[in-house]
């Protein structure tokens, strides 16, 4: 007789039912819907032709055709590195010299990275603080090692420091302060919320954080996914341009959504003491990532490819927000209590329905909404696992894999399904 499986702690923590695949499910017997859901780039403006530029300037140099045909090191490609610390230093106007590609690690995408630092810093049980609410797979990273996410209430400028004060306080007296060792934070147009992390606070989180690090130390992760798909207005410096020792900020990022998640190569820039743990836990994962990826992101960045093809993408992100937003005013904006922030950049538009109304796979809208042929991402999957009340009339709406007309279109179904709902 065959014994059940008597699977791991981390893997029964992972367990569940999981957004994406409620989602996949739904799209499978649906394939006709619009997909308001996913967080992809569009396809069709993927960066066939500069991609195969760059495979070509790596292909005429044979003996950098063999780099890139062979293992790397596990800290990453060393151009690929500086080129990433060059570009950090001019856009957060830091004088040469102020980072150092020793303290820059490449993974394959972001999400490695974001795995790896949680790993390192946090055993099961200890606490990592979260905007309510945040990126769901980071979430779903962090309840897979069996790591608590602590809601912090955000608000139109991103987290809000009296609420993370109040949070830490609160561990504090329940003496919790030492399980404490991050707090994550989407900086650029957050993911689901749309929304920036306003200039003004940053200085004071990092600061926050230093003044809270008194029962070990309490890092703050930037993750700076979309910084680049700024559509208006200038950019503002990063949380790591207010930590000059870079003792406090590890900082994420990654070419996916910039470039092409296909290629999927993301960065660190880490604390110095973190550098050596992180590498070890990735030596031990897959000692390196793809050394063919990131000659050729190198390249692309080297020959000017990444620059212009960011124009392209604003320009079309640019009027697919418009196209949002049209949408939104003319079918959301006569229903009462539906609520739409316009965002400057990034990929996605947080909705807010009026109380009562679950937007969840348990409540009616999500089905009404898919028979009328849309999908959205329910807001409830993307709070964290404790904090404030989860609502329950939140929604996340990507503008990035649809057209414009689609977006009309799928706009106006899901008006029409609240409206069904709302009586
Ligand atoms: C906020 C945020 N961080 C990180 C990532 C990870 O991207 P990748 O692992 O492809 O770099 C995503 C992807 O959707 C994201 O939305």
Redesign the pocket.
Known sequence: MSHPTDFSRRARWSGGESLVSVLMAKALTHPELTSLAA?FVENQTLPVDATARAFEAVWSVPERAREALQYGTTIGYPPLRQAIVDRLVSCDGLPPGALSADHVVITP????L?YLVACVLCDPGDVVLCGAPS?F??LATLRGLGIRSIGVAVDQRGMVPEALEEQLERLERQGQLGRVKAIYV?SYFD?PTGLTLAAERRGAMVETARRWSKAGRIYIIE?T??RELRYWGDDVPSLRSFDPSGETVIQ?G?F??SYS?GI?V?WGVLPPELVEPVLTAKGNLDFGSPQLNQVLMSTVLELGLFDRHLEVLRQGYRAKVEATMEAAERFLGPLSGVQCQRPNGGLYVWLRLPEGVDTGPAGRLFDLAAERGVLYVPGQFCYPAEGPPVPRNRIRLSFGTASCEEIGRGIEALAGAIRQVTG
């Open positions: 967080g995408g972001s999400n490695q974001l990126y797979v980071y989407t993911n993750d996914a979309y994420a990654t996916s959504k998640p999927r993301g």
